[in-house]
Protein backbone atom coordinates (compact mmCIF):
# COMPACT_ATOMS: atom_id res chain seq x y z
CA UNK A 1 0.00 0.00 0.00
CA UNK A 2 1.26 3.36 -0.21
CA UNK A 3 1.04 6.87 0.34
CA UNK A 4 0.13 5.77 3.95
CA UNK A 5 -0.49 8.48 6.33
CA UNK A 6 1.47 8.80 9.71
CA UNK A 7 0.10 10.10 12.82
CA UNK A 8 2.59 11.30 16.11
CA UNK A 9 1.54 10.54 19.32
CA UNK A 10 3.85 12.78 21.50
CA UNK A 11 2.50 11.14 24.44
CA UNK A 12 1.87 14.02 26.32
CA UNK A 13 5.06 13.81 28.50
CA UNK A 14 5.28 17.57 28.99
CA UNK A 15 8.75 18.56 30.37
CA UNK A 16 9.37 21.09 33.14
CA UNK A 17 9.48 24.16 31.29
CA UNK A 18 12.49 24.98 32.85
CA UNK A 19 14.86 22.71 31.15
CA UNK A 20 12.67 22.33 28.17
CA UNK A 21 14.00 22.85 24.87
CA UNK A 22 17.35 20.12 24.93
CA UNK A 23 15.50 17.14 25.90
CA UNK A 24 12.32 15.20 26.19
CA UNK A 25 13.38 12.07 27.73
CA UNK A 26 10.84 9.29 26.26
CA UNK A 27 8.67 9.92 23.16
CA UNK A 28 5.89 7.66 22.25
CA UNK A 29 5.12 7.91 18.73
CA UNK A 30 2.47 6.01 16.68
CA UNK A 31 1.71 5.47 13.12
CA UNK A 32 -1.46 5.18 11.82
CA UNK A 33 -1.00 3.47 8.60
CA UNK A 34 -2.75 2.60 5.83
CA UNK A 35 -4.45 -0.60 8.08
CA UNK A 36 -3.76 1.53 10.98
CA UNK A 37 -1.14 -0.74 12.39
CA UNK A 38 0.10 0.29 15.72
CA UNK A 39 3.99 1.18 15.98
CA UNK A 40 4.75 2.41 19.14
CA UNK A 41 8.75 3.49 19.68
CA UNK A 42 10.84 5.22 21.88
CA UNK A 43 11.45 8.99 20.26
CA UNK A 44 14.65 10.33 21.24
CA UNK A 45 14.62 14.08 20.49
CA UNK A 46 18.06 15.17 20.48
CA UNK A 47 17.96 18.66 18.85
CA UNK A 48 19.73 21.48 20.08
CA UNK A 49 17.98 24.26 20.05
CA UNK A 50 16.87 26.28 16.62
CA UNK A 51 18.57 29.11 16.80
CA UNK A 52 21.97 27.28 17.25
CA UNK A 53 21.95 25.43 13.91
CA UNK A 54 24.36 26.78 11.02
CA UNK A 55 22.45 27.84 7.39
CA UNK A 56 24.83 26.24 5.02
CA UNK A 57 22.67 24.70 3.22
CA UNK A 58 20.23 27.77 2.71
CA UNK A 59 22.58 29.97 1.07
CA UNK A 60 22.86 28.90 -2.54
CA UNK A 61 18.63 29.57 -2.28
CA UNK A 62 19.90 32.87 -0.25
CA UNK A 63 22.10 34.38 -3.23
CA UNK A 64 19.35 33.28 -5.23
CA UNK A 65 16.64 35.41 -4.11
CA UNK A 66 19.35 37.99 -3.62
CA UNK A 67 19.63 38.04 -7.21
CA UNK A 68 16.71 37.84 -8.22
CA UNK A 69 13.75 38.71 -6.38
CA UNK A 70 12.86 40.09 -3.39
CA UNK A 71 10.29 38.69 -0.62
CA UNK A 72 7.80 40.60 0.67
CA UNK A 73 4.74 39.70 3.29
CA UNK A 74 2.23 42.32 4.53
CA UNK A 75 3.37 43.45 8.28
CA UNK A 76 0.25 43.15 10.54
CA UNK A 77 -1.05 45.76 12.42
CA UNK A 78 0.10 48.14 8.72
CA UNK A 79 -2.92 48.59 6.94
CA UNK A 80 -5.71 46.27 7.14
CA UNK A 81 -3.70 42.75 7.69
CA UNK A 82 -4.62 40.87 10.69
CA UNK A 83 -2.52 38.46 12.59
CA UNK A 84 -5.16 35.07 12.96
CA UNK A 85 -2.49 33.40 15.46
CA UNK A 86 -3.61 34.21 18.72
CA UNK A 87 -7.43 34.17 19.18
CA UNK A 88 -9.90 31.86 21.27
CA UNK A 89 -12.83 29.96 19.56
CA UNK A 90 -16.26 31.18 20.20
CA UNK A 91 -19.77 30.03 19.99
CA UNK A 92 -21.14 30.52 17.16
CA UNK A 93 -24.16 28.34 15.45
CA UNK A 94 -24.80 28.34 12.00
CA UNK A 95 -20.79 30.31 11.01
CA UNK A 96 -19.52 26.90 9.38
CA UNK A 97 -20.77 25.50 6.03
CA UNK A 98 -21.89 22.13 6.71
CA UNK A 99 -21.11 20.48 3.31
CA UNK A 100 -21.77 17.02 2.34
CA UNK A 101 -18.44 15.61 2.55
CA UNK A 102 -19.89 12.14 0.90
CA UNK A 103 -20.23 14.28 -2.30
CA UNK A 104 -16.58 15.97 -2.62
CA UNK A 105 -14.97 12.78 -2.50
CA UNK A 106 -13.17 12.97 1.24
CA UNK A 107 -11.62 10.13 3.08
CA UNK A 108 -13.65 8.04 3.88
CA UNK A 109 -12.37 7.89 7.65
CA UNK A 110 -12.87 11.90 7.58
CA UNK A 111 -16.44 12.27 6.79
CA UNK A 112 -17.48 11.99 10.02
CA UNK A 113 -21.03 12.50 10.32
CA UNK A 114 -21.43 10.07 7.41
CA UNK A 115 -19.52 7.48 9.66
CA UNK A 116 -22.08 8.23 12.64
CA UNK A 117 -20.67 11.25 14.44
CA UNK A 118 -24.08 11.77 16.70
CA UNK A 119 -22.60 15.01 17.95
CA UNK A 120 -22.93 18.25 15.94
CA UNK A 121 -21.68 20.87 18.30
CA UNK A 122 -17.96 20.92 16.87
CA UNK A 123 -19.40 22.47 13.82
CA UNK A 124 -20.45 25.95 16.08
CA UNK A 125 -17.48 27.13 16.49
CA UNK A 126 -15.92 29.92 14.91
CA UNK A 127 -12.16 31.56 15.42
CA UNK A 128 -12.21 35.03 16.78
CA UNK A 129 -8.53 36.51 16.24
CA UNK A 130 -6.98 37.99 19.56
CA UNK A 131 -5.45 41.35 17.00
CA UNK A 132 -7.73 44.37 18.00
CA UNK A 133 -10.19 45.26 15.59
CA UNK A 134 -10.04 41.84 13.74
CA UNK A 135 -12.37 38.99 12.89
CA UNK A 136 -12.53 36.23 10.59
CA UNK A 137 -14.80 36.17 8.17
CA UNK A 138 -16.85 33.10 7.44
CA UNK A 139 -15.21 31.24 3.92
CA UNK A 140 -16.86 32.89 1.26
CA UNK A 141 -15.93 30.42 -2.36
CA UNK A 142 -16.68 33.43 -4.75
CA UNK A 143 -13.89 35.49 -2.56
CA UNK A 144 -11.63 32.55 -2.66
CA UNK A 145 -11.73 32.15 -6.20
CA UNK A 146 -11.81 35.63 -6.84
CA UNK A 147 -8.65 35.75 -4.94
CA UNK A 148 -6.58 33.08 -6.86
CA UNK A 149 -8.36 34.35 -10.64
CA UNK A 150 -6.47 32.48 -13.32
CA UNK A 151 -4.40 30.59 -10.89
CA UNK A 152 -3.19 27.37 -10.21
CA UNK A 153 -3.34 26.68 -6.06
CA UNK A 154 -1.45 23.47 -4.81
CA UNK A 155 -0.81 22.22 -1.55
CA UNK A 156 2.21 20.49 -1.01
CA UNK A 157 2.76 18.12 1.62
CA UNK A 158 1.60 15.71 4.58
CA UNK A 159 -1.62 14.18 5.20
CA UNK A 160 -2.44 17.36 7.13
CA UNK A 161 -1.97 19.56 3.46
CA UNK A 162 -4.77 17.32 2.18
CA UNK A 163 -7.20 17.58 5.15
CA UNK A 164 -7.10 21.10 4.31
CA UNK A 165 -7.12 20.62 0.62
CA UNK A 166 -9.92 18.66 0.83
CA UNK A 167 -11.96 21.19 2.83
CA UNK A 168 -11.25 23.82 0.23
CA UNK A 169 -12.60 21.46 -2.54
CA UNK A 170 -15.72 20.78 -0.34
CA UNK A 171 -16.12 24.35 0.37
CA UNK A 172 -15.78 25.40 -3.44
CA UNK A 173 -17.67 22.82 -4.73
CA UNK A 174 -20.34 22.99 -2.67
CA UNK A 175 -20.55 26.90 -3.90
CA UNK A 176 -19.18 26.74 -8.16
CA UNK A 177 -18.92 24.79 -11.30
CA UNK A 178 -15.85 22.38 -11.42
CA UNK A 179 -14.47 19.87 -13.24
CA UNK A 180 -12.51 17.04 -11.74
CA UNK A 181 -9.07 17.49 -13.86
CA UNK A 182 -7.24 13.99 -12.78
CA UNK A 183 -6.99 11.69 -9.68
CA UNK A 184 -4.63 8.88 -9.37
CA UNK A 185 -6.07 5.64 -8.91
CA UNK A 186 -5.93 3.22 -6.08
CA UNK A 187 -6.56 3.61 -2.35
CA UNK A 188 -5.00 5.61 -0.49
CA UNK A 189 -3.21 6.78 -4.13
CA UNK A 190 -6.71 8.38 -5.28
CA UNK A 191 -6.37 10.50 -2.30
CA UNK A 192 -2.77 11.37 -3.02
CA UNK A 193 -2.68 13.20 -6.51
CA UNK A 194 -5.64 14.89 -7.93
CA UNK A 195 -6.42 18.20 -9.39
CA UNK A 196 -10.01 20.00 -9.46
CA UNK A 197 -10.79 23.21 -11.95
CA UNK A 198 -13.53 25.75 -11.31
CA UNK A 199 -13.97 26.96 -14.95
CA UNK A 200 -15.86 30.43 -13.65
CA UNK A 201 -12.42 31.69 -12.62
CA UNK A 202 -10.69 30.14 -14.61
CA UNK A 203 -8.05 28.19 -11.14
CA UNK A 204 -7.17 24.79 -10.32
CA UNK A 205 -6.89 23.00 -7.48
CA UNK A 206 -4.66 20.17 -6.68
CA UNK A 207 -2.82 18.11 -4.32
CA UNK A 208 0.46 16.34 -4.60
CA UNK A 209 1.26 13.83 -1.45
CA UNK A 210 4.68 14.84 -0.30
CA UNK A 211 5.06 14.18 3.07
CA UNK A 212 8.79 15.25 3.46
CA UNK A 213 7.90 17.86 0.21
CA UNK A 214 11.40 16.66 -0.56
CA UNK A 215 11.74 13.13 -2.53
CA UNK A 216 11.36 10.27 0.00
CA UNK A 217 12.15 6.57 -0.68
CA UNK A 218 10.99 3.76 1.64
CA UNK A 219 7.98 4.21 4.29
CA UNK A 220 6.14 7.34 2.29
CA UNK A 221 5.59 5.51 -0.47
CA UNK A 222 5.24 1.74 -0.06
CA UNK A 223 3.43 0.97 3.44
CA UNK A 224 5.41 -2.26 3.39
CA UNK A 225 8.72 -0.76 3.94
CA UNK A 226 9.70 0.15 7.53
CA UNK A 227 11.59 2.84 7.00
CA UNK A 228 11.96 6.40 5.44
CA UNK A 229 14.77 7.06 2.88
CA UNK A 230 14.51 11.23 2.88
CA UNK A 231 16.59 12.98 -0.05
CA UNK A 232 16.87 16.53 1.31
CA UNK A 233 18.93 18.05 -1.61
CA UNK A 234 15.61 16.65 -4.11
CA UNK A 235 12.02 18.44 -4.02
CA UNK A 236 9.27 15.86 -4.41
CA UNK A 237 9.48 14.41 -7.91
CA UNK A 238 5.73 14.81 -8.47
CA UNK A 239 5.32 18.27 -7.61
CA UNK A 240 9.00 19.44 -9.05
CA UNK A 241 7.83 18.14 -11.88
CA UNK A 242 4.60 20.86 -12.26
CA UNK A 243 6.60 23.49 -10.54
CA UNK A 244 6.92 26.18 -13.30
CA UNK A 245 2.68 25.71 -13.44
CA UNK A 246 2.28 26.38 -9.33
CA UNK A 247 1.42 30.03 -8.71
CA UNK A 248 0.01 29.39 -5.09
CA UNK A 249 1.80 26.81 -3.05
CA UNK A 250 0.31 25.49 0.00
CA UNK A 251 2.73 23.50 2.31
CA UNK A 252 2.59 21.52 4.82
CA UNK A 253 5.14 19.00 6.54
CA UNK A 254 6.16 17.70 10.02
CA UNK A 255 4.59 14.85 11.49
CA UNK A 256 6.56 12.37 9.33
CA UNK A 257 10.00 14.06 10.06
CA UNK A 258 9.08 13.67 13.60
CA UNK A 259 8.67 10.02 13.17
CA UNK A 260 11.94 9.76 11.58
CA UNK A 261 13.97 8.71 8.74
CA UNK A 262 17.50 8.16 7.16
CA UNK A 263 18.45 11.78 5.86
CA UNK A 264 20.56 12.07 2.95
CA UNK A 265 22.43 14.96 1.14
CA UNK A 266 23.69 13.56 -2.81
CA UNK A 267 24.79 10.10 -1.89
CA UNK A 268 25.94 10.90 1.70
CA UNK A 269 23.65 10.02 4.55
CA UNK A 270 23.45 13.33 6.38
CA UNK A 271 22.05 12.05 9.33
CA UNK A 272 19.33 10.00 11.23
CA UNK A 273 16.23 10.10 13.20
CA UNK A 274 14.75 7.46 14.76
CA UNK A 275 16.51 5.34 12.58
CA UNK A 276 16.98 1.27 12.24
CA UNK A 277 20.14 -0.27 14.09
CA UNK A 278 22.32 -0.56 11.05
CA UNK A 279 22.27 3.03 11.10
CA UNK A 280 22.72 3.46 14.85
CA UNK A 281 26.60 5.06 14.81
CA UNK A 282 25.46 8.02 12.17
CA UNK A 283 24.90 11.29 13.63
CA UNK A 284 21.20 11.92 15.25
CA UNK A 285 20.33 14.92 13.90
CA UNK A 286 16.67 15.39 15.04
CA UNK A 287 13.92 16.16 13.27
CA UNK A 288 13.50 20.14 13.14
CA UNK A 289 16.73 20.50 11.50
CA UNK A 290 15.79 18.08 8.72
CA UNK A 291 12.43 19.92 8.90
CA UNK A 292 14.04 23.17 7.83
CA UNK A 293 16.62 22.40 4.89
CA UNK A 294 13.04 20.37 3.51
CA UNK A 295 11.73 23.41 3.16
CA UNK A 296 14.22 25.50 1.68
CA UNK A 297 14.90 22.81 -0.94
CA UNK A 298 11.21 23.22 -1.49
CA UNK A 299 10.65 27.19 -1.75
CA UNK A 300 14.50 26.78 -3.58
CA UNK A 301 12.86 24.61 -6.22
CA UNK A 302 9.04 26.70 -6.27
CA UNK A 303 11.11 29.96 -6.14
CA UNK A 304 13.76 29.01 -9.31
CA UNK A 305 10.54 27.58 -11.19
CA UNK A 306 8.57 30.75 -11.12
CA UNK A 307 11.08 32.63 -13.59
CA UNK A 308 9.78 35.79 -12.06
CA UNK A 309 5.93 35.52 -12.53
CA UNK A 310 4.07 36.73 -9.58
CA UNK A 311 3.96 33.68 -6.84
CA UNK A 312 2.90 33.30 -3.54
CA UNK A 313 4.26 30.52 -1.15
CA UNK A 314 1.98 29.96 1.71
CA UNK A 315 4.04 28.09 4.65
CA UNK A 316 0.96 26.35 7.08
CA UNK A 317 2.22 25.60 10.43
CA UNK A 318 1.48 22.21 12.76
CA UNK A 319 -0.84 21.04 13.65
CA UNK A 320 -0.82 18.92 16.62
CA UNK A 321 -2.66 15.69 17.66
CA UNK A 322 -4.70 14.97 20.65
CA UNK A 323 -3.77 11.73 21.58
CA UNK A 324 -3.37 12.93 25.10
CA UNK A 325 -1.12 10.48 26.19
CA UNK A 326 -3.89 7.67 25.50
CA UNK A 327 -2.66 4.85 22.36
CA UNK A 328 -4.04 5.23 19.02
CA UNK A 329 -5.69 2.10 19.76
CA UNK A 330 -8.13 3.22 22.07
CA UNK A 331 -11.99 3.96 21.43
CA UNK A 332 -11.75 7.10 24.09
CA UNK A 333 -8.23 8.72 22.77
CA UNK A 334 -10.15 11.34 21.87
CA UNK A 335 -13.70 12.14 23.18
CA UNK A 336 -14.24 15.89 23.75
CA UNK A 337 -16.99 17.01 22.22
CA UNK A 338 -15.80 21.01 23.09
CA UNK A 339 -12.57 22.83 22.99
CA UNK A 340 -10.22 23.59 25.48
CA UNK A 341 -10.57 26.76 27.36
CA UNK A 342 -7.90 29.05 27.32
CA UNK A 343 -5.33 28.24 29.60
CA UNK A 344 -6.90 24.68 29.96
CA UNK A 345 -4.13 22.89 28.34
CA UNK A 346 -0.56 24.60 26.98
CA UNK A 347 1.12 24.34 23.59
CA UNK A 348 3.89 21.17 24.31
CA UNK A 349 7.30 22.23 23.35
CA UNK A 350 7.67 20.16 20.77
CA UNK A 351 4.70 21.43 18.83
CA UNK A 352 5.99 24.71 19.20
CA UNK A 353 9.29 24.10 18.07
CA UNK A 354 7.62 22.72 14.98
CA UNK A 355 5.71 25.92 14.12
CA UNK A 356 8.66 27.89 14.63
CA UNK A 357 10.59 26.26 12.03
CA UNK A 358 8.06 27.39 9.70
CA UNK A 359 8.44 30.78 10.73
CA UNK A 360 12.16 31.07 10.58
CA UNK A 361 12.46 29.21 7.07
CA UNK A 362 9.71 32.43 6.22
CA UNK A 363 11.50 35.02 7.90
CA UNK A 364 15.35 33.51 7.12
CA UNK A 365 13.42 34.02 3.09
CA UNK A 366 12.06 36.93 3.90
CA UNK A 367 15.46 38.50 4.41
CA UNK A 368 17.18 36.99 1.35
CA UNK A 369 15.34 39.80 -0.45
CA UNK A 370 16.89 43.28 -0.37
CA UNK A 371 14.37 45.42 -2.48
CA UNK A 372 13.19 45.62 -6.04
CA UNK A 373 11.06 43.69 -7.54
CA UNK A 374 8.16 42.52 -5.69
CA UNK A 375 7.92 38.93 -7.30
CA UNK A 376 7.44 36.31 -4.35
CA UNK A 377 5.36 36.72 -1.70
CA UNK A 378 5.64 34.07 1.55
CA UNK A 379 2.94 33.65 4.30
CA UNK A 380 2.49 32.08 6.97
CA UNK A 381 -0.35 30.31 7.68
CA UNK A 382 -0.39 29.61 12.11
CA UNK A 383 -2.56 26.83 12.67
CA UNK A 384 -1.16 26.09 15.94
CA UNK A 385 -2.89 27.50 18.80
CA UNK A 386 -6.40 27.48 16.78
CA UNK A 387 -5.62 23.72 16.21
CA UNK A 388 -4.37 22.77 19.31
CA UNK A 389 -7.37 24.10 21.01
CA UNK A 390 -9.55 21.60 19.07
CA UNK A 391 -9.53 18.31 20.44
CA UNK A 392 -12.96 17.68 20.10
CA UNK A 393 -12.48 18.01 16.21
CA UNK A 394 -11.37 15.04 14.77
CA UNK A 395 -12.93 11.77 14.04
CA UNK A 396 -11.62 9.48 16.70
CA UNK A 397 -13.61 6.24 16.49
CA UNK A 398 -16.00 8.13 13.32
CA UNK A 399 -12.97 7.03 11.41
CA UNK A 400 -14.58 3.94 11.15
CA UNK A 401 -18.69 4.07 9.85
CA UNK A 402 -21.10 3.14 13.09
CA UNK A 403 -17.92 1.94 15.54
CA UNK A 404 -20.15 0.95 17.29
CA UNK A 405 -22.74 -1.13 15.61
CA UNK A 406 -21.26 -4.16 17.32
CA UNK A 407 -20.54 -2.95 20.71
CA UNK A 408 -17.81 -1.22 21.68
CA UNK A 409 -13.89 -3.18 21.26
CA UNK A 410 -11.28 -2.45 23.50
CA UNK A 411 -9.08 -2.48 21.00
CA UNK A 412 -10.71 -0.04 18.61
CA UNK A 413 -8.65 2.81 16.56
CA UNK A 414 -9.06 6.76 17.25
CA UNK A 415 -7.94 9.39 14.72
CA UNK A 416 -7.06 12.37 16.94
CA UNK A 417 -5.08 13.90 14.19
CA UNK A 418 -6.72 14.66 11.11
CA UNK A 419 -9.91 16.89 11.30
CA UNK A 420 -13.34 15.79 10.30
CA UNK A 421 -14.61 16.95 7.20
CA UNK A 422 -16.71 19.61 7.77
CA UNK A 423 -14.83 20.93 10.75
CA UNK A 424 -12.09 22.69 12.47
CA UNK A 425 -9.86 22.46 9.28
CA UNK A 426 -11.97 24.86 7.26
CA UNK A 427 -11.13 27.48 9.56
CA UNK A 428 -7.15 26.78 7.89
CA UNK A 429 -8.97 27.87 4.47
CA UNK A 430 -10.80 30.48 6.28
CA UNK A 431 -7.23 32.46 7.09
CA UNK A 432 -5.95 30.98 3.79
CA UNK A 433 -8.61 33.23 1.68
CA UNK A 434 -7.15 36.29 3.86
CA UNK A 435 -4.02 36.20 3.21
CA UNK A 436 -4.49 36.12 -0.04
CA UNK A 437 -6.48 38.81 -0.64
CA UNK A 438 -3.91 41.24 0.79
CA UNK A 439 -2.21 43.31 -1.37
CA UNK A 440 1.38 42.79 -2.41
C1 LIG B 1 25.19 18.89 0.77
O1 LIG B 1 26.28 18.60 -0.08
C2 LIG B 1 26.74 19.70 -0.83
C3 LIG B 1 27.76 19.21 -1.83
O2 LIG B 1 28.67 18.33 -1.22
C4 LIG B 1 27.28 20.74 0.14
O3 LIG B 1 27.73 21.86 -0.58
C5 LIG B 1 26.17 21.15 1.09
O4 LIG B 1 26.64 22.07 2.05
C6 LIG B 1 25.58 19.95 1.80
N1 LIG B 1 24.42 20.38 2.56
C7 LIG B 1 24.30 20.16 3.86
C8 LIG B 1 23.03 20.59 4.49
O5 LIG B 1 25.17 19.63 4.51
C1 LIG C 1 21.65 39.34 0.67
O1 LIG C 1 21.65 40.75 0.66
C2 LIG C 1 21.76 41.32 1.95
C3 LIG C 1 21.60 42.83 1.84
O2 LIG C 1 21.97 43.29 0.58
C4 LIG C 1 23.11 40.90 2.57
O3 LIG C 1 23.24 41.45 3.87
C5 LIG C 1 23.16 39.39 2.65
O4 LIG C 1 24.43 38.98 3.12
C6 LIG C 1 22.92 38.78 1.27
N1 LIG C 1 22.83 37.33 1.44
C7 LIG C 1 23.49 36.49 0.63
C8 LIG C 1 23.34 35.04 0.97
O5 LIG C 1 24.17 36.84 -0.31
C1 LIG D 1 1.59 36.81 14.77
O1 LIG D 1 1.51 36.54 16.14
C2 LIG D 1 2.32 35.47 16.56
C3 LIG D 1 2.00 35.15 17.99
O2 LIG D 1 1.92 36.31 18.76
C4 LIG D 1 3.78 35.83 16.35
O3 LIG D 1 4.62 34.77 16.76
C5 LIG D 1 4.00 36.10 14.87
O4 LIG D 1 5.30 36.54 14.66
C6 LIG D 1 3.01 37.14 14.37
N1 LIG D 1 3.10 37.16 12.91
C7 LIG D 1 3.73 38.11 12.25
C8 LIG D 1 3.77 37.95 10.77
O5 LIG D 1 4.21 39.07 12.82
C1 LIG E 1 -24.56 13.24 1.26
O1 LIG E 1 -24.43 12.84 -0.08
C2 LIG E 1 -24.54 11.45 -0.27
C3 LIG E 1 -24.18 11.15 -1.70
O2 LIG E 1 -24.83 12.00 -2.56
C4 LIG E 1 -25.96 11.01 0.13
O3 LIG E 1 -26.07 9.63 -0.04
C5 LIG E 1 -26.18 11.39 1.58
O4 LIG E 1 -27.51 11.09 1.94
C6 LIG E 1 -25.91 12.85 1.81
N1 LIG E 1 -25.94 13.09 3.25
C7 LIG E 1 -26.66 14.04 3.81
C8 LIG E 1 -26.55 14.17 5.29
O5 LIG E 1 -27.37 14.78 3.16
C1 LIG F 1 28.67 2.59 10.62
O1 LIG F 1 28.71 1.19 10.77
C2 LIG F 1 28.75 0.48 9.53
C3 LIG F 1 28.74 -1.01 9.85
O2 LIG F 1 27.63 -1.32 10.63
C4 LIG F 1 29.98 0.85 8.74
O3 LIG F 1 29.96 0.19 7.49
C5 LIG F 1 30.02 2.34 8.51
O4 LIG F 1 31.22 2.73 7.89
C6 LIG F 1 29.87 3.09 9.84
N1 LIG F 1 29.71 4.50 9.54
C7 LIG F 1 30.25 5.47 10.24
C8 LIG F 1 29.94 6.86 9.82
O5 LIG F 1 30.96 5.25 11.20
Known amino acids: MGGCQAVLDPNNQKPSSKNAGYFLSKHTCAWLACGFVLLALLHLLCCAPAGTRPAAAFSPLLQYINNTYSFVSTV ?45 GYLDWRWQPAAPGCTLPAFDAGSFLAAVRGKHVAFIGDSMARNQAQSLICLLTAAFPYRLQYRATGDPGKYNLWRYAFPSHAVTVSYYWAPFLVRAEGKSVDDSVPHNYVHLDEPGERWSADAATIDVAVLAAGHWLMNGAIYYNGSEVFGVHNAPEEFANRTKVGYAWPLRLAYR ?143 R
Open 76 to 120: PGVGKSCNYSEGKWVWAPGHVLRYNATRCNVKATHDCIRNGRPDT
Open 297 to 439: TAMERLVGASRGTPRDMVLATFSPSHFEGRPVQSPTACTRMEPYREGEKELEWVFREIRDVVYDVAAEARRGGGGGERTVRIEVLDVTKLASMRPDGHPGVYMNRDPFANGVDENMFSDCLHFCLPGPVDTFNEILVQLLKKR
